[in-house]
């Protein structure tokens, strides 16, 4: 039986993650070295990765959209606030998250500022929270007293379901009572399906592959409640930011014309290049979910970042008491001035290289 674990406030879940800028402050000094570069003089720029998928920045590299930058694979990851804090810590030079998660690590006193959305929700791929067909659990007020599966706290699971809940009408009280539990995604369908958990949210391949089993329905979707949206974005520490603006921004134009080509490109021929970088990394892996590959889920071309996308999450926290009104804006949290679709390099709709798009 997977044991409930009640969320508290997200400021008290994350406190935790804010002791990372003690540690921040320790490194500052470390963070002044000259970083290594190659024989040819790129900088090099260390990553996590995810396991059996190809990153946007991984594409952007093997499409040779770089110029001044060699990723360095420093293993994998699957959690937005630890990528963070790996940046954070000098262990990484970047790092992607949640927004929400990127506030109140900003909030905590976290040095970083968000230069590219890296994540999102458009036509095709999204995050569903699924509840069994039998359940007889057709509402937000049905969830009262239940458990809600999710992959961690403090996050885009966590931050979806509570406002969902609070577009539902009900009071704080009420969502307060409506309990989340942290599971492993590989695990929250079978426990929803034995009855463990009452909801549980899933993405990508567990959702395809939950949905091809049958038996469960979408309750409500990140979609739902914002349209096509992007809800993360890489980050930098902003003394990176500060002593290697050339790399920065090498980065930035790179993956933001690798995520264009994933928007602009036939799935088929998308699938065949991910398999393809997979099997020359040799990592070892499993190119079996690229099966289940659909969109790059970046809604917006180019992975330019929408104020909105912060704000909405800022309003988020005041209205729950978590950051005092007024003090945090939108656009003090990120910069899109190294993307080349929001600079004027590129019109918006352009292609990875500034040529118009045919429609296919």
């Known amino acids: 039986m997977v044991s409930p674990f009640r969320s508290t406030r997200s400021l008290r879940i994350l406190a935790a993650a804010f002791a990372i800028t003690s540690a921040i402050g320790v490194l500052t000094g470390c963070g002044k070295s000259e970083p290594a570069t190659t024989a040819d003089g790129k900088t090099v720029v260390r990553y996590q990765g995810q396991t059996g998928q190809v990153t946007p920045f991984e594409l952007a590299a093997d499409l040779g959209y770089f110029n001044k930058i060699d990723l360095h694979w420093e293993g994998d990851t699957t959690s937005g606030p630890a990528n963070i804090q790996a940046a954070a810590t000098h262990q990484i030079e970047f790092g992607s998250a949640f927004n929400g998660a990127v506030i109140k690590l900003v909030a905590g006193g976290a ?8 994540y999102g929700a458009d036509d095709k791929s999204f995050t569903g929270y699924f509840v069994r067909d039998d359940s007889g659990i057709t509402s937000a007020r049905d969830l009262i007293g239940k458990k809600v599966g999710v992959n961690t706290l403090g996050a885009h699971h966590e931050f979806v379901t509570r406002e969902w809940l609070h577009q539902q009408g009900l009071s704080d009280a009420e969502i307060k009572q409506v309990q989340l539990v942290v599971l492993p995604p590989a695990n929250t369908e079978d426990a929803l399906r034995k009855g463990q958990i009452d909801a549980a949210a899933l993405g990508a391949v567990f959702r395809d592959n939950a949905v091809e089993r049958g038996g469960l329905h979408p309750l409500y979707t990140d979609k739902d409640l914002f349209g096509q949206f992007d809800y993360g974005t890489y980050v930098f520490r902003n003394d990176y930011l500060k002593q290697q603006p050339e790399a920065v921004a090498d980065f930035v134009q790179g993956t933001a014309r690798a995520t ?10 998308v699938v065949a290049r991910f398999e393809s970088i ?7 892996e499993n190119t079996g979910l690229l099966k289940y590959y ?12 929408e104020e909105r996308e912060f704000q909405v999450w800022i309003d988020w926290l005041v209205r729950n008491g978590e950051l005092p009104a007024g003090k945090y804006a939108a656009k003090d949290l990120f910069t899109n001035k190294d993307n080349p679709y929001s600079n004027g390099k590129y019109p918006a709709a352009a292609g990875p290289s500034g040529e118009a798009v045919v429609a296919k």
């Not at 997979?278 to 070892?284: A, C, E, L, V």
């Not at 659909?294 to 970042?305: E, N, R």
């Open 111 to 118: 040095p970083v500022t968000a230069v590219l959305s890296s």
């Open 260 to 269: 264009r080509w994933l928007q602009v490109t036939p799935r088929d021929e």
């Open 278 to 284: 997979i099997t020359k990394r040799g990592r070892n």
């Open 294 to 305: 659909k969109s790059s889920g970046i809604p917006v071309p180019g992975a330019v970042i």
